[in-house]
């Protein structure tokens, strides 16, 4: 009769304490996958042109994940065709056949090199789109993306005329401006942009620019690269291989 | 989604030429955008003709120095208007004042409009008219009466000393306008000239440009306002006040007309990557707002009748009617000048290897009916201001005697 008592009670006692210490020991564990610091990261993303085959598979993920319009007004990444004719005539594309429905069809023997270049915000280093929001609801976060507070932005598209890439648009549905965020709602999960993830050929490479061993590090050791409007001294984080004099 | 703009987007796809990057079919800054620079000029224009008057004390101009004060700010009340509107999400323009970012230029239009609004035009204003109202106050009957008073915030002292207060008064905040009315529409050029991901806005002289065009067309707007009021009011035209203000419209005129020869010229001779497609842009989208009516009907024409004007001297009648003629003129140029700005700012892609369209809506928010409403309101509004501040008409007990101010 003691030994039941006394069972009864160490059971009593240790039941609850042990599912307490499992629950406490998960949600510890969950804090630690979900303490993401964002003051140790800093990204950007390089982009292999000669690897790009134009299949328009990032476009279509980006639209999926982060609910961006899909008429073809509205993109946060794109892709566009450049063929360079034989008299030097530049003829730019972009690959969603409901814009270039109407384009012109370039015969093979007419063009001397053709390629693939997708678009996306460059995440500006030097950001005029941050620089002239009147109402600071686009802002750099600490490791280095561009992102815009929908509930602050008052709809006044100065970033948008701001932005020499063309990257923004106003969304139709909430009236604000919108844009490429690297999907960082999944960065700080530890998970690739939509557009990296299901690129066939790794055109796309995204990774922390201060990483001493990233793929993107590895990506900007074996080539050269160059940045779109170099020019405009707003030091993109979107770096290109193999890019073209040709592309604006 | 809404359906019918996204529609126009499709009909617009039809008309693009060339490459433009695929979320530039829509023209972000539309007609209102066109109108919020026009009536900005108009203000700081009819304010730097009435300080004109105050500091260099031009006795011919006199008689529109409270003409000009009250456009001002009849057009000042209304010029945020076509900018809250045109926003996304207007009931959060407060943030503008409240969170602003230093950073952009935009942001600082709430404390430059509130200085511009409160410490020099509402000032000056009530400084000028003090004496007057508290006269009116205690000859009318209500219910002007009463409004007079509330004007008057109550003050009763029209003793030769208050007078001269008032007079320094108004000659200080006259000093520290000038200066202010060129930082409201420098500020407003700074707005375009500052972005540099835009060639055809991206300019050091725009600024500058846009001072004068609007000092131009503030003078020519408050000629106007005189030549139709003066006879609605039974009154005559002053020969001398009319041929003084449009000597000073002359001369802006010239200035601003050598200031956007020189962007030009400035443009042509450095032809930089952006010279292609701007030329294309002129030369077709651009050619009958930009070639015909901004600089032949605008510009020169107006420059030429003034020339004319001046070396024929032809007589009173007809001078009046060039002059009228020529004030329209302008004002159609000016407002042009605005749209060429705004919308050709729009109408090439950023790669340079293309050109879309601007197609305005009749009805709707970016309509044409609200624009042309927009632009009759000040004069509602000037209206009303005329009817409680008479720029004419003196207190009973001192008509005979010159205005104080």
Known sequence: ?248 | MNGPFIDRLYDLLKQVTGYIYPNEIEVHWSILVVVYPYLTGLVAGAFILASLVKVFNVKEVQGVYRLSLLTALAFLLIAPLPLLLHLGHPERAYEIFLNPNFTSAMAMFGFVYAWYLMVVLVLEIWFTYRRDVILWAREEKPPMRWIHRVITLFSNDVSERSLEVDRKVVKGITIIGIPSAFLLHGYVGFIFGSIKANPWWSSVLMPIVFLFSAIVSGIALVILLYMVITPLRGGKIDMACLDKMSSYLFYAVIVDFSLECLDFIHRLYQSEESIKILSEMVMSKLFISLVIIQVLLGMVLPLALMVGIRLLRVNEELRKLLYFVSVILIQLGIFATRWNVVIGGQMFSKSFKGLTVYKMELTGIEGLLMTLGLLMLPFVVLAILLKIFPAWEWPKKHAAVEPAM
């Open chain 1, 1 to 248: 009769m003691e030994r039941r008592r006394f069972l009864n009670k160490l059971f009593a006692v240790a039941l609850p304490g042990g599912v307490l210490g499992i629950v406490l020991q998960r949600s510890r564990a969950r804090a630690e996958t979900s303490g993401y610091d964002a003051s140790k990261h800093y990204y950007g993303m390089g982009i292999q042109v000669d690897k790009c085959i134009g299949c328009g598979r990032c476009v279509e993920a980006c639209k999926d994940e982060n609910n961006v319009p899909r008429e073809p007004f509205f993109f946060r990444t794109w892709v566009e065709r450049y063929v360079i004719k034989g008299n030097g005539e530049v003829v730019i594309q972009n690959i969603d056949k409901t814009i270039s429905a109407t384009a012109e069809v370039i015969g093979e023997r007419d063009f001397l090199r053709s390629f693939f270049v997708p678009k996306l915000c460059n995440q500006c280093d030097n950001p005029p789109c941050v620089q002239v929001c009147p109402v600071g609801a686009t802002f750099k976060t600490e490791d280095g993306i561009i992102l815009v507070d929908e509930k602050r932005c008052i709809g006044c598209r100065y970033c948008i005329q701001a932005c020499p890439y063309g990257a923004r648009y106003l969304n139709p549905t909430t009236q604000t401006a919108d844009k490429c965020t690297f999907c960082y709602h999944r960065v700080v999960k530890d998970l690739l942009p939509a557009c990296v993830e299901v690129c066939p050929t790794q055109a796309r490479i995204f990774g922390d620019v201060r990483s001493t061993a990233s793929p993107l590090t590895r990506f900007k050791r074996m080539n050269k690269l160059h940045v779109l409007k170099p020019y405009l001294n707003t030091e993109p984080k979107v770096a290109y291989s193999e890019l073209d004099g040709e592309v604006r």
